[in-house]
């Protein structure tokens, strides 16, 4: 396996919130949907992943490289998406990004140029002048224009307008057409990752729920619904969320199998969606 990112049991205490033991990777030539709800832990990992905070423990290799001796030449390969604008806004895109460029030994001027004429951006509009989904747009020109084999990006969708976030779904699709590029992409919009994502890592309250491809995702997950006299003490434990209604219920399950044999032919079992496995994850855990 070539993986182009490792994650290993990687720490950081901010003392309020703490993100503890997350481990996942990242095959290159996939694209990895990093979900969870508001105040999760993803932004603190992406940071962590980009260098911007220290961790405490654990280990991040970025192309087989520990991304901290090697920060320079790690980066150089990844384009970043950041979640807020880091631009100055009284510059044109054209001047912002002869700022940039100069970071990358492999800039390239063209592919920057046809991207900004893709997406229909004025070289000589203000940032300032930009929407919200024009500056993602610029910011993701720039990510993609040094041949990044890794593209990391922060919520890149969230506060935009459908007409934006189909948008930037359709060019991150195009990007993977090729094959040798990894794309991270963090959102709390699950129905985004539908589209575009092959593996998911879900991460609540700083701690992993769950990573693996979707496929194996959709072999494990199920929506399990039956009559209220199934549950029991016992059986309640085999559910990671459960929802009563009063004649029945609706229940999430990460093995399939198991719940099968339990109950057989009394429950009918629906595959879920991931926002089903967020919400009813979320959801048990704030009742526990
Ligand atoms: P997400 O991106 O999933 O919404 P974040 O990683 O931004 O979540 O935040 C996770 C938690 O860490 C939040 O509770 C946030 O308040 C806290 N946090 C983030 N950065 C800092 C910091 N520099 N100091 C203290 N707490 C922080
Ligand atoms: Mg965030």
Redesign the pocket.
Known sequence: MDNILEIRNLRKD????T?KDISFSLERGYVMGFI??????????I?LIMNL?RRDAGEIKVFGLDNRKYELKVKERIGFVY?ESHYYEELTINEMKRIIAPFYRQWDDNMFNRYIREFGLQPDKKIKNLSKGMKMKFSLAAALSHNADLIIM??PTSGLDPVFRNEILDIMRDLLQDENKGVLF?T?ITTDLDKVADYITF?HN?ELVLTGSKESINEKYGIVKGSQELLDGDTRKEFLGIRETGFGFEALTGNVDRVRKLFADSVIIERPSLEDIMLYTVRGSANA
């Open positions: 901010f003392g309020e919130f993100l969870g709800p508001n105040g999760a832990g993803k932004s603190t990992t940071k905070i979640d922060d919520e963090s709390h991460i700083g």
